[in-house]
């Protein structure tokens, strides 16, 4: 990062392994050379300024397949430089078994994705508790992608989803990419729940220049910074834009002193990194 504001450490909270913006490869990982694409990933986070990222596994099956498994693992442990947190299907009859899994493996935390699983009604909503609840018992993060957007924009609401689940788990919800245009509902959802955290990913650079990055602004200033993390959505989105845009966000509206936790401390001490 430049002078102007200075960290001690990066974290990423939101990262995906595969290069490209590919989600016919992302969702069937496990049918693809895991191990060279682990070394991929992990090149490509020697070579930049992150010092720690959360790697966002989007095959649902591959927490099942023991040799993909064992590759991604070995990558983790031996670079050191990210953790994994494993798509769940709520409604997989063996979800449970496929956390449990997770846990297992080593994992830092469950994903859902409602617009990419097609859920998020209220009559999902016992089902996902369920599984968050499993998730909650193996000490895992719930992160539920809370982008607004694309054809399914008026069909699921990952931000109503995590407003649902908060009411039942205690476990932390991390609302991933802070909400986009519902960032205030993201923003009330937070400040509601004590285990209701928020991420920037992808959003703030997104939506650079238009009223949604105030309400991001006016969110961080109205909830404590302890709620908030950094991540970019790689490759959905660029690490050099994403901290030049949330650099110029603290720079621009005084909030620098917010810097580390933003960061890095608020993300290590939920992740327990």
């Keep these: 990062m430049t002078s102007t504001v200075t960290v001690e450490r990066i974290v990423d909270v939101h990262t995906h392994l595969y290069a490209e913006p590919d989600y016919s490869v992302e969702s069937n990982l496990a049918d693809f050379d895991v191990a060279e694409i682990a ?22 099956s591959l927490v099942l397949d023991e040799d993909a498994l064992s590759e991604l693992v070995a990558a983790r442990d031996a670079s050191g430089l990210f953790s994994l947190v494993f798509l769940v299907d709520p409604f997989a009859a063996d979800a449970e078994a496929r956390i449990e ?10 994903k859902l994705h409602p617009y990419q699983q097609n859920m998020g009604d209220a009559d999902d909503f016992p089902r996902v508790a369920k599984v968050l609840r499993t998730a909650e018992r193996h000490d895992l993060v719930t992160i539920i992608d809370a982008a607004y957007g694309e054809t399914q924009m008026y069909n699921y609401n990952g931000v109503r989803l995590g407003h649902s689940m908060a009411k039942v788990v205690d476990s932390p919800i991390l609302l991933a990419h802070g909400g986009a245009v519902k960032v205030l509902d993201a923003f009330s959802t937070a400040v509601t729940f004590d285990n209701v955290y ?5 959003s703030i650079p997104y939506w650079e220049g238009s009223s949604v990055v ?21 490759p959905y989105m660029g690490l050099e834009e994403s901290l030049e845009a949330a650099q110029s966000l ?4 005084e909030l620098t002193d917010h810097a580390d936790a933003l960061f890095h401390e608020n993300a290590t001490a939920l992740f327990d990194l």
């Design 198 to 202: 928020l991420d920037t990913s992808f």
């Design 250 to 253: 603290l720079v621009e509206n």
């Design 39 to 60: 070394a991929d990933y992990v090149n490509r986070l020697e070579t930049s300024p992150v010092d720690h990222a959360i790697a966002i596994v989007m095959d649902e």
């Design 101 to 110: 899994r997770a846990a297992e493996a080593g994992a830092v935390g469950i």
């Design 214 to 234: 105030q309400d991001y602004v006016f969110a961080m200033e109205k909830m404590s910074m302890d709620k908030w993390m950094w991540g970019t959505d790689i």
